[in-house]
């Protein structure tokens, strides 16, 4: 699998980031989910899944952009 950068909030443009794949899917970089409370609150966490965390700005501009 190949990634694409889409952009990130960061000034130094590390995490978070959006990252398009060649196989149509969309890469999440971020600082990882560990409170336990939120944790508690995913649902169906499979095996090998984690859950991080990205400002809604970022999902917002990188939409705008993806699909304008």
Avoid: W
């Avoid at 694409?4 to 600082?31: H, K, N, W």
């Avoid at 999902?59 to 705008?64: D, G, S, W």
């Amino acid at each position: 699998m190949r990634l694409r950068f889409l952009g990130s909030t960061s000034e130094a443009g590390a995490c978070p980031s959006l990252y398009e794949t060649d196989r149509g899917t969309i890469v999440v970089q971020g600082m990882e989910l560990v409170d336990a409370d939120a944790r508690a609150d995913l649902r169906h966490v499979l095996n090998g899944e984690t859950a991080v965390e990205v400002p809604k700005e970022l999902l917002v501009e990188i939409a705008r952009r993806v699909l304008a």
